[in-house]
């Protein structure tokens, strides 16, 4: 009976290798991209929600520790996919490394009841929410 099941998981593994591999870069890019900017979203609202009483310290803390984590796997993303424009592709990277640290920072400031700093953060979330549009619109630019 194991081997029934083994079978079927080695078939999974190698189609979805297959469909990872067949993904352009454009399409990573543009992938990453989304999620990024809606992980981003997320993280600026449960800061504002902790800067407002709205969410607790423990909740606001693990949110946007994994929206760090998620920002910061996209930024990987990215860089690992192959470029039609390298200079587009590591701007797009950079903007996500930027949001990723700026999550972290408001993690940071959340754990440390720092309200100030927590506001910090949420600025650099901000800046490099807008970082990452103009990155993804140059990216995808006609005339690339």
């Known amino acids: 009976m194991l081997r029934t099941v083994v079978r079927p998981s080695r078939a999974f ?3 979805l290798a297959l469909a990872v ?4 870069s454009s399409e990573t890019v543009e992938q990453q991209s989304k999620l990024a900017a809606s992980t981003a979203q997320a ?4 800061n504002d929600a902790w800067l407002a009483g709205a969410a607790p310290s423990r909740y606001a803390s693990s949110a946007l520790q994994s929206f760090a984590e998620t920002l910061a796997d996209a930024g990987r993303q990215v860089e690992s996919a192959s470029p039609s424009d390298k200079a587009r592709r590591d701007a797009v990277a950079e903007a996500l490394s930027r949001l990723s640290d700026a999550a ?4 940071s400031a959340v754990e440390a009841e720092q ?3 927590a506001g910090q953060a949420q600025q650099e979330l901000r800046v490099a929410q807008a970082d990452l549009a103009t990155a993804y619109r140059q990216y995808f630019s006609p005339g690339r």
């Open 115 to 117: 309200h100030a700093q």
């Open 13 to 15: 593994l190698a189609l």
């Open 43 to 46: 993280a600026v609202l449960v």
């Open 21 to 24: 591999a067949s993904c352009s």
């Open 104 to 107: 972290k920072r408001a993690k």
